[in-house]
């Protein structure tokens, strides 16, 4: 049949028929030869011959073409067993393709497909960033806290000029604290309320109201603290200039309004995308309980109409509510499921388990335009700041000028005063623009698909975006610096008292000459061993 050119093809089976292979029936035979108890059988289809069937395990026959294709053909699931090209779920049996293991989306409804030894998940992943939400959240909670109660014991003690300033530079320090008590309340949930449960309840996680109140308090957090450096930079850069004593008090009264405003719009961003009467915008999926096998996983809009469609027939509106999903799922169901369904909205915050804003929106993403005014925001606040800081340190330097040629007595303190401010001032631009261009750009270059930044996520949730809330209590007030200097002198004290008593140890105590060396070298460190350290 071969050499006539007959047979449609000639591939080895996957395993011989034998002899009493097919015994339960197949296509009809048209041809059959038995040689070494094996055995081939030709059927005819559309003109040609074909030998290209698989014997089951029941004795049942299929033909090739129904081999690991994901589908129990056999009846015993025979054809399927030995295949590569698939994964099956761990309670239902149920066979998915390969690919779509560990790939981010949970299509068992046991969760075995994404919560296994390969690819489990965490809210956190990777010890270098869970020792980083530990350490940058706790440092941002305690420095700020001291600086907070600091502010505020002396807030009330001068409402004038210095005192508004304080203001500003206490709700900053809000602002920093909230995020640190977000960040490190997210790793006490990653590492100890969760732990390796996490993969099987993120979707409770992500639905719950804890997530998305830490959603608020770090969006809340991250607006105060960049708006008030904004408005903080506008004031001082006023500030800089000639104005009048008649005038300062309406500029106080505007700066108050203006922060009143920037509080009420922080706060405002961040419930918006909670609010009911925007679930349309801002829910990105429900989840149901796992009795109702219908839908796994967070379902998404589209999935819910096609299933609707699929059941009511066709919907003639082109986009459903999710009032109107609702009500046509709970139709689909029989009263053994109560009422209604039981279900949880996937809400805005709930797009990753760090519970932060969804900066990362695609061009189609129905929330975008809400997000790029936000970030439009953050944007105008960091020009805001590089640029009345840019303006305070060249007054300053015109200052500094002016004041040289007039008091030669006093060069020395105004160019170290002048030097201590530029570097202030440039520490503040850089840590500015160092934080938020870099991540504006990623924003960007997600939304328009130029890069798929999903993989730096976590990153920038955990390190770069948090980390200001650390630097800004070392750069704006002088209470930590100074402590900071007197830590400094103690750990290099300490250094050199352990150096000495190591050089006694060795032998060197005896040599009194040696010993006086090492103590007048202990009272007075040297520049090459304070750079050592």
Known sequence: MS???????????????????????????????????????????????????????NLKCVTYDKVCNLVNDCGDNSDEVDCINHFQCSTTKELINSDKKCNGIIDCIDYSDECNLECGKYIIT????????????????????????????????????AGFNKLLRMMVTIGDFLTGVYLFLIAVTDSIVFGDSYCRKQLFWLSSNYCAILGVVSTVGANISLFSMACLSIFRAIDMQNLSRENSKYIKLKMFLLFSVIASASILISVTPLLERFEDFFVNGITYDQKIRLFVSAVDKETHKKVINTYHGKILKKSLSWKEIHRLTDMMFTSNYGPSVTRRNIHFYGNDGVCLFKYFVKSDDPQKLFVWMNLFLVFSSSIVITVCYGVIITRARTAASNVQSMMACQNKSIAKHTDRLQKNITRIITTDLVCWIPFLLTCLLHSFEVLDATFLYPVLSIIVLPINSVINPLIYDDFVR???????????SWYLKMKRTACISLGFGPNKERSDSLTSETNRPSDMETKDL
């Open 482 to 492: 100074k402590h900071a200097t007197v830590m400094k002198k103690f750990v290099i």
């Open 126 to 161: 990777g010890r270098t960033l869970k020792i980083s939400a530990w350490v940058i959240g706790s440092c941002a909670v305690i420095l700020n806290a001291f600086i907070l109660v600091k502010l505020l014991l002396d807030f009330y003690s001068n409402i004038s000029n």
């Open 3 to 57: 050499c006539s050119q007959r047979c449609f093809d000639g591939d080895c089976p996957l395993k011989p028929l034998q002899k009493d292979s097919c015994s339960k029936g197949t296509f009809k035979r048209y041809f059959s030869l038995s040689k070494n108890g094996h055995i081939s059988i030709l059927a005819k289809l559309r003109d040609q011959f074909q030998n290209n069937f698989f014997s089951c395990s």
